[in-house]
């Protein structure tokens, strides 16, 4: 039971100190609803996690490991939003959004050597997406995660047939995201890749292989359809909004 009781803490914060210090002001803040429990919180959050100037957080937030996590100015975390910053961390640049459910999760009990997420500044998270970052994830400024985009920078080693896959340990190669890139709802990034700046992944899409700067890759596998450098866009056409 106590060896139990151990891995369970180890689990959940940095050590026991910080585990109780961060339930005691989760559970008695994390709860309130409104504009007074997003200012409350982010006062009160300061003590637990790193914040540089004032992050609105919403109600529902789960955070563990929250000595991990560092937040710059003006950071938006959304309800339901679970960030799980076991060593390696999660940082969240000025101004970024972190949308509804989103779950950000490095969980590294392995001793993985670039586990952790990095999200550049002024770059939107979308609803119900999935960060795993045992490998290691770093998106750039400006980037855009549409709804329910998964970015899975680890993968199952499976080769030998006389073991069950989960005995068979993990590959941890990391994914990289470049400034100003747009990822399309629904789309899976898998480990090892590196995408460039100003790429469009169109919705959908799974992304096994590395894909250039200035780009659009679409399907399953993604491949690259159009290099906007070489071959741009046509204007959008007259009389069609654009904000």
């Given at each position: 039971?106590?060896?139990?009781?151990?891995?369970?803490?180890?689990?959940?914060?940095?050590?026991?100190?910080?585990?109780?210090a961060?339930?005691?002001?989760q559970?008695a803040?994390g709860w309130?609803?409104t504009?007074?429990?997003?200012?409350?919180r982010?006062?009160?959050?300061?003590?637990?996690?790193?914040?540089?100037?004032?992050?609105?957080?919403?109600?529902g937030?789960?955070?563990?490991?929250a000595?991990?996590?560092?937040?710059g100015?003006?950071?938006y975390?959304?309800?339901?939003?679970?960030?799980?910053?076991c060593?390696g961390?999660?940082?969240?640049?000025?101004?970024s959004?972190v949308?509804?459910?989103a779950?950000?999760?490095?969980?590294?009990f392995?001793?993985?050597?670039?586990?952790?997420?990095?999200?550049?500044?002024?770059?939107?998270?979308?609803?119900?997406?999935?960060?795993?970052g045992?490998?290691?994830?770093?998106?750039?400024?400006?980037?855009?995660l549409?709804?329910?985009?998964?970015?899975l920078?680890?993968?199952?080693?499976f080769?030998?047939?006389t073991?069950p896959?989960?005995?068979?340990?993990?590959t941890?190669?990391?994914i990289?995201?470049g400034?100003g890139?747009?990822?399309?709802s629904?789309?899976?990034?898998?480990?090892g890749v590196?995408?460039?700046?100003n790429?469009?992944?169109?919705?959908g899409?799974?992304?096994t292989k590395d894909i250039?700067d200035?780009?659009?890759?679409?399907g399953?596998?993604?491949?690259?359809v159009?290099n906007?450098q070489r071959?741009p866009?046509?204007?959008?056409p007259?009389?069609l909004a654009?904000?």
């Amino acid at each position: 039971m106590r060896d139990q009781l151990q891995l369970y803490l180890e689990r959940q914060a940095t050590s026991v100190g910080h585990y109780v210090a961060e339930q005691i002001i989760q559970a008695a803040l994390g709860w309130v609803p409104t504009i007074a429990g997003v200012g409350l919180r982010g006062l009160a959050y300061r003590a637990i996690m790193q914040m540089d100037g004032l992050a609105a957080i919403e109600d529902g937030v789960r955070i563990r490991f929250a000595s991990n996590v560092q937040l710059g100015k003006g950071v938006y975390l959304d309800h339901g939003c679970y960030l799980h910053a076991c060593p390696g961390g999660i940082r969240i640049g000025a101004a970024s959004l972190v949308m509804k459910n989103a779950i950000l999760h490095v969980y590294n009990f392995r001793d993985l050597p670039h586990a952790g997420i990095t999200i550049g500044a002024r770059s939107l998270i979308g609803e119900a997406c999935v960060l795993r970052g045992q490998g290691g994830i770093t998106i750039g400024d400006d980037v855009y995660l549409g709804t329910l985009v998964q970015l899975l920078a680890v993968n199952h080693v499976f080769a030998d047939t006389t073991r069950p896959i989960s005995a068979q340990g993990i590959t941890a190669q990391g994914i990289a995201i470049g400034n100003g890139s747009w990822i399309g709802s629904g789309a899976i990034v898998l480990d090892g890749v590196k995408i460039g700046r100003n790429v469009v992944v169109g919705a959908g899409a799974l992304v096994t292989k590395d894909i250039p700067d200035y780009c659009i890759a679409v399907g399953n596998p993604a491949r690259v359809v159009r290099n906007l450098q070489r071959d741009p866009l046509p204007e959008p056409p007259a009389g069609l909004a654009v904000f």
